[in-house]
């Protein structure tokens, strides 16, 4: 084993449970003997080159458990896209930091940049173990099962849905929600889950794996209000044309990248507001409604998954046991094994860096505007214990007497 000093960091979006793979790597490192210190690096790779870290293994065990049980980014994240040069920076803080374990727990991006790093530290013949922790809502890293943090907002996404559902059943009209989703349609395709009864929405699920075509989006709201008298669409904020454009390109009129050049969907309730008015103006229904959900998906403290915040965990643990036992860098990935139980293995960092898992066929209907039930049992198990149900009145009618 190494000696030396751990450093812990996060990056990209929030989630529900990524403060517990950070205590499961804070907690785990602890245990061995070779470590002398653990760090964390405050908002991600910036803090790192930075040199802005806080010294975990001062942290007592209590408080670090709490601050598991709780959402978004204890530590503090960072949409850095670090090059070359930037990854260069941060071995050179690691190497005068006597860092000989890298955990860093992020989506694609951040696999990345752990790549970058190992291969700058082997350059450098500095011996250093990195791992990449998972974690995304999107759902969209390769080699792995799900994703810690996609349950929970998938949790969210179910719950929300059954929520507008009920609301528009009771107040009939056109409903439209925009889930986070750029390339990758898993959350968005959550809603179905909310459905109980055969005329409960979603009735409309729009994926960015398939392509969105207005005329046909404003067929299928016009078949559902003719049949059920209402219609709830689940709409993917990443659906694009046929020549691969985002639809919210085409809407607003200033738009703002990220630093990877990726366009601001979700910071902007335009995709809604554009498809509302297409409905209002060419179906001529007037009692029409949409929503963004926006950030309100990442880290809601309200409805997290038992089985995400446990997993979460897992994920760091391994990753500890996997450096500290181990003799190469990785990525830790969830395997399921059964109905339901998972395993996790080391993967290697090239496999995972920068690439995009998206919705298989077997997930998505013919027509492209629903899901399976090979899905639907996909995603049930991780949505964890204590979902809630919906329930009608059975409507014994009254026999009319004046008419």
Not at 9 to 35: C, D, M, W, Y
Not at 171 to 185: E, F, Q
Not at 193 to 201: I, R
Not at 297 to 313: H, K, L, P, T
Request: proline share 4%; with cysteine.
């Amino acid at each position: 084993m190494l000696e030396g000093k751990v450093l812990v960091a996060q990056g990209g979006g929030p989630t529900a449970v990524i403060n517990q793979s950070l205590v499961g790597a804070v907690l785990e490192s602890r245990k061995f003997r070779n470590v002398s210190l653990v760090y964390g690096a405050l908002h991600g790779v910036r803090g790192i080159v930075d040199e802005e870290f806080i010294d975990m293994t001062q942290e007592t065990t209590h408080n670090l458990e709490m601050v598991g049980e709780t959402p978004s980014s204890a530590l503090g994240s960072t949409r850095d896209k670090p090059d070359l040069k930037y990854c260069h920076e941060i071995f050179r803080v690691l190497q005068a930091h006597d860092i000989r374990y890298f955990f860093y727990i992020g989506g694609n991006d951040s696999s990345d940049t752990v790549r970058i790093v190992a291969e700058e530290a082997r350059k450098a013949g500095h011996p250093i173990r990195c791992i990449h922790i998972p974690k995304t809502i999107d759902n969209d890293l390769v080699l792995n099962d799900h994703t810690p943090g996609f349950p929970s907002a998938a949790r969210f996404v179910v719950q929300a849905f059954l929520g507008a559902n009920l609301d528009n059943r009771s107040l009939p009209g056109v409903y439209i929600a925009v889930v986070m989703g750029r390339h990758a349609g898993f959350l968005t395709a959550a809603s179905a889950l909310g459905k109980k009864f055969p005329d409960d929405g979603p009735h409309i699920i729009c994926l960015p794996e398939r392509t969105f075509r207005l005329d046909d989006f404003l067929a299928e709201v016009r078949r559902s209000v003719d049949r059920f008298g209402r219609c709830v669409a689940a709409v993917s904020e990443g659906i694009h044309d046929e020549s691969g454009a985002p639809i919210a390109t085409s809407l607003a009129k200033q738009l703002e990248h990220d630093a990877h050049g990726n366009v601001q969907l979700s910071g902007t309730g335009a995709l809604a507001d554009l498809l509302c008015e297409e409905v209002r103006m060419k179906l001529g229904i007037k009692r029409v409604r949409g929503d963004t959900l926006g950030y309100l998906q990442r880290s809601f403290i309200g409805c997290v998954s038992d089985v995400d915040q446990r997993e979460a965990r897992e994920v760091g643990e391994k990753a500890v046991q996997y450096a500290m036992w181990g003799e190469a860098d990785g990525s830790v990935a969830i395997e399921r094994t059964g109905y339901y139980s998972v395993d996790y293995r080391l993967v290697p960092l090239d496999a995972v860096a920068g690439k995009t898992r998206t919705m298989p066929d077997e997930f998505v209907t013919a027509s492209g505007t629903d899901v399976t039930d090979a899905f639907r049992l996909y995603l049930r198990p991780l949505l964890g214990a204590g979902m809630p149900d919906a329930y009608r009145l059975r409507h014994n009618r009254v026999a009319k007497i004046l008419k």
